[in-house]
């Protein structure tokens, strides 16, 4: 998408519109993308945002807090783990592992089970949101229908119902978008209430869950039941893993809510948000910017021209000066560089009225979900238990180790792990450490990636009945052919699952070379995220939140893992580096997954 946009830029499409004053008015107005172009791309964008998600939690992230040997799972891809031995009862194992082997009145179920079949499951939700996105885009997850104008797809009734009968109304066209049917793909996500109806109506009894499908729970069984049934069980992780409470977001889904008050139409808006904690005025946690006043002093916009990177830590060289902006890039190995310790840049954001005193004002800021979620205004610390205070609830930690303590606002201290697991020698009390919650650990990244993930699959609903309007509109188009005009310097912005997408573009004016690409730069979420310490000394939002997680056993350091993917990262996309004149290994066979693993 980034790269479509940039494309669209340099062809003299309004595909930034609001950053027309970047160009000092040498840039006018031009053409506009179709709104029929825009919702299917939104449409194709949504499907591939909601497949990540899930993927996210369930095959990268969720084997990091149950231990599939608790499922007779000895096998790959389940095993081999990071964690102790096997061996529940002993007080280390059950503080590394707190997944009930067993539960509720009948003590018959196994949650680590249960979620082994939540891993497998996900598999075909994620499937079914790839078919939506070949439905619009030709392919996925590579996408082929995307152009410069719009896209290459036509809006059709037929395309129109098969999305609708995967994501709620089923084979049997039953389902409705507030009760959809099962096997839909908004019924697996289900609601963000759906844990603490659970304990509230059903008595949180985990004999209850739904593994043989039997339907005994109204609310288990979901997407966002099990994120948050982690949650409840590993809550110290809501101080592990923080970062700088800067949050960046270049904005995505550009028809996807045309009330936003921002007024750039977006579903998830452009801006920077420097703080984890809520907004001091203009949103709200279910709705977003639910009010007018779309700058609150939190809120900072967010420019391109403000993006620099930086290569002190970095396998690289520059011809000259320390910091350049894209359209300035360079990307010369330099492998024997002693200083460095990374493929990946330093991007940073220059803004001299930070408040955090750094350097020359160039801050790190962080990429991703929970960036797009706090810049939105539905996400920030203390979340869950305004949620549970909304729906009449507790707002205590009902289950696990930690049942009855409050859940954490902007500002609480961590807890004393020694305290709670008395039989675990060694465990510090985290607020020693002088953590506080801020919004920005761990668990904050998880939970506002699979909020999103709900908001975005409920958000298609109504692209797909807006593009219903189109239908058999002979007006309606999907694309516009580019205009005779071409821009040499161009930009695309958007956002990926993973956070913040920029690529950034010059092209040869007249001349011998003219239309030949001169540079292409591209600034990628994990860019932001994974990178090193720059020159003033400042490390990368996922460094910087390593810095204060305890780890209990060196042998065993799951602590690691469970903050290192909260952050979703792809170095490959990141580093961009090819090694010419070489080829990679062939792939000489495919073995399929045995079903006796499950």
């Known amino acids: 998408m980034a790269a479509a946009k940039n494309v669209g830029f340099a062809y003299g499409f309004n595909v930034h519109d609001e950053d027309v004053a970047e160009w000092g008015g040498s840039r006018p107005d031009t053409t506009d993308i179709p709104e029929e172009g825009a919702l299917v791309r939104d449409v194709i964008y949504g499907s591939n945002f909601v ?63 249960y979620l082994v079949a939540q891993y497998v499951l996900a598999l075909q939700f994620r499937r079914m949101c790839n078919q939506i996105g070949a439905i619009w885009g030709g392919r996925a997850p590579f996408v082929q229908g995307l152009t410069a104008g719009g896209v290459a797809t036509s809006v059709t009734q037929e395309a129109i119902d098969k999305t609708r009968e995967l ?54 069984g979901t997407h966002l039941f099990d994120v948050v049934a982690v ?62 006043n779309p700058s609150p002093p939190e809120w900072k916009p967010a420019i391109q021209g403000n993006v620099y990177e930086n290569i002190s830590s970095s396998w690289y060289r520059y011809g000259s000066g320390a910091w350049k902006h894209p359209w300035n890039g360079e990307t010369k190995p330099r492998p024997q560089k002693t200083t460095a310790y990374s493929w990946v840049k330093s991007p940073r954001y220059r803004d001299a009225t930070d408040p955090g005193g750094f350097a020359y004002g160039l801050v790190p800021y962080e990429a991703g ?36 303590v409050p859940f ?16 675990v020698g060694g465990l510090p009390n985290l607020a020693a450490y002088g953590l506080t919650y801020n919004g920005d650990s761990a668990l904050d990244r998880y939970a506002a990636r699979q909020l999103e993930c709900w ?22 188009i999907t694309r516009t052919p580019p205009a005779d005009q071409f821009y040499t310097q161009s930009f695309g912005w958007t956002e990926a699952p993973r956070g913040a997408l920029g690529h950034w573009m010059k092209v040869s004016g007249p001349g011998p070379n003219q239309g030949k690409i001169e540079k292409y730069q591209c600034v990628v979420p994990s860019t932001w995220n994974a990178s090193p310490r720059d020159a003033n ?44 004149n070489k080829r990679g290994k062939k792939v000489e066979k495919i073995v399929h997954m045995d079903p006796t693993y499950l």
């Open 231 to 292: 949650a409840m069980l590993y809550p110290e992780y809501f101080w592990l893993g923080n970062a700088y409470e800067r949050f960046l977001a270049y904005g995505v889904f550009e028809q996807g809510d045309p009330s936003n008050p921002i007024g750039d139409n977006r579903l998830l808006s452009r801006g920077r948000k420097i703080t984890g904690a809520e907004y001091s005025t203009g949103s709200d946690w279910t709705s977003g910017w639910a009010v007018p």
């Open 537 to 580: 000394g400042n490390p990368g939002p996922a460094e910087k939140a390593m810095e204060d997680v305890y780890v209990h056993d060196v042998n065993h350091p799951l602590e690691i893992l469970r903050v290192s993917h909260s952050w979703d990262f792809c170095t490959a996309c990141a580093v961009h580096i090819v090694k010419p």
């Open 369 to 404: 979900p929970l960036a797009r979620m706090q810049v939105n205004g539905n996400y920030y610390a203390g979340i869950l238990y305004d949620a549970y205070v909304a729906n009449g609830v507790s707002p205590t930690i009902p289950i696990g180790p930690f049942a009855g």
């Open 51 to 113: 497949a990540s998600h899930l993927v996210h939690f369930y095959q990268l992230a969720a084997l990091d807090f149950i231990d599939p040997l608790a499922a007779n799972l000895n096998k790959p891809p389940f095993c081999p783990r990071y964690g102790p031995p096997y061996n529940p009862g002993d007080p280390v194992y059950d503080y590394y592992y707190r997944v009930p082997t067993a539960g509720g009145t009948s003590g018959t179920t196994n949650m680590n089970v």
């Open 408 to 423: 954490p606002r902007y500002g609480d201290p961590a807890p004393h792990l020694g305290a709670i697991f008395p039989g």
């Open 167 to 220: 994501l709620y109304e089923g084979p049997g066209g039953t389902g409705t978008p507030s009760a959809p049917a099962a096997g839909t793909i908004l019924k697996f996500i289900g609601n963000p209430t759906d844990f603490a109806l659970f304990v509230n109506l059903e008595g949180g009894e985990l004999d209850k869950l739904p593994i043989a499908g039997d339907g005994t729970s109204v609310y288990a």
């Open 455 to 476: 908001k975005v699959a409920n958000a298609m609903v109504g692209w797909l009945n807006r593009l219903e309007t189109k239908v058999g509109n002979a007006t309606s």
